[in-house]
């Protein structure tokens, strides 16, 4: 169901995207649209931190992709710790 494609290496890596395929189509096959998702985490700092660390390791997303750590209000009859937010918009293809 789900296709992953690896990055070329002539790619910028601050791009943030996957690459376009080779502007030939083969016969049969579909062409690729480029779609961009948000991904979004909330929690602490350092659960930010590392879950950004672990998608990195995995060749997922650099660091710098994300934005930087915004603040989430926290409701007046929660008593949860401090919660912060980080966003990062990625370029997938699809058929």
């Keep these: 169901m789900f296709e992953y494609l690896e990055p070329d ?3 910028n890596p601050e791009a943030g995207s996957l690459p376009l395929p080779p502007s030939g189509n083969s016969k049969g096959t579909r062409p690729l ?3 961009k998702v ?3 985490l909330y929690g ?4 930010l931190d590392r879950t950004i660390k672990i998608l990195h390791a995995l060749g997922y997303a650099d660091p710098n992709d ?3 750590p915004i603040p989430v209000p926290s409701s007046a009859e929660a008593a949860t710790p401090a919660q912060w937010m980080v966003i990062m918009t990625k370029t997938i293809l699809l058929e």
Excluded: G, I, Q, V
């Design 33 to 35: 649209t480029p779609e």
């Design 9 to 11: 290496t002539n790619d």
């Design 38 to 40: 948000r991904h979004m």
């Design 44 to 47: 602490s700092l350092a659960a």
């Design 66 to 68: 994300w934005s930087d």
